[in-house]
């Protein structure tokens, strides 16, 4: 049911101001804290499928510099489908951590704030224990999470400029010119799929603890 009403509000928070969003899925029963897990599922989910993505887009540009024959237009057009591709992975990703990072700060700034409320002085102890446990365990996915998004421009960048040369270069010399380029391009996009899946089993273990009872 809250993945429900979550989906129902996508467009509302996409449209509007985040305050009033978080208002409203509060108004649903749907708290911060459940937002900030549905978010960072989601940006694991978007750092999946770039992982995906990027190696589709390596194995494309491998097939035009390294195999002989066949249609070089054909080939060309592909790998410039799959950098597009590429693009788009990476700025899902980014909107993503964006999203993450949106709901994190207010939750933390509501949290903290809601410590004032207590009358019980142990039970305003361990909400604050809590608070600082979550927020740590927040500061080192969020950390994962940028490293790897820090991956992307570079792969990016030596992508756009092999589909722009062979756009106007499209020939078999120009192919063999890049051929050196294919082992430089396949160590950025290994470290690239490191970083993520790092990203991704820390963005899973977050969601464990986020969501695991109080001890």
């Given at each position: 049911m809250r993945r429900l009403i979550l989906a129902c509000c996508t467009?509302?928070?996409l449209g509007g101001?985040?305050?009033?969003?978080?208002?409203m899925m509060e108004k649903a029963g749907v708290h911060k804290r459940d937002i900030l897990a549905d978010r960072v599922e989601a940006a694991r989910d978007s750092q999946q499928a770039a992982k995906e993505q990027f190696k589709d887009a390596l194995e494309r540009y491998r097939s035009v510099v390294q195999v002989q024959g066949g249609d070089?237009?054909?080939?060309?057009?592909?790998?410039?489908?799959?950098y597009r591709a590429s693009e788009a992975s990476a700025k899902a990703v980014r909107q993503r951590i964006?999203?993450?990072?949106?709901v994190a700060e207010a939750l933390f700034a509501e949290w903290e704030g809601e410590l004032e409320q207590y009358k019980n002085a142990n039970?305003?102890?361990?909400?604050a224990k809590e608070l600082e446990r979550t927020r740590k365990q927040y500061k080192t996915l969020l950390a994962r999470m940028q490293a790897a998004e820090k991956r992307?421009?570079?792969?990016?960048?030596?992508?756009?400029?092999q589909v722009l040369f062979l756009k106007h270069n499209l020939n078999a010399r120009a192919i063999?010119?890049?051929q050196g380029e294919y082992r430089s391009l396949q160590g950025n996009v290994d470290q690239?799929?490191?970083d993520m899946q790092r990203s991704i089993d820390e963005a899973d273990s977050f969601v464990r603890r986020l969501q695991a009872p109080l001890d």
């Open positions: 467009l509302l928070a101001c985040q305050s009033a969003y978080y208002s070089l237009e054909a080939r060309y057009t592909a790998l410039e489908r799959e964006a999203a993450v990072e949106d039970l305003r102890r361990a909400s992307i421009e570079p792969v990016l960048s030596v992508l756009r400029d063999g010119a890049l690239l799929l490191r």
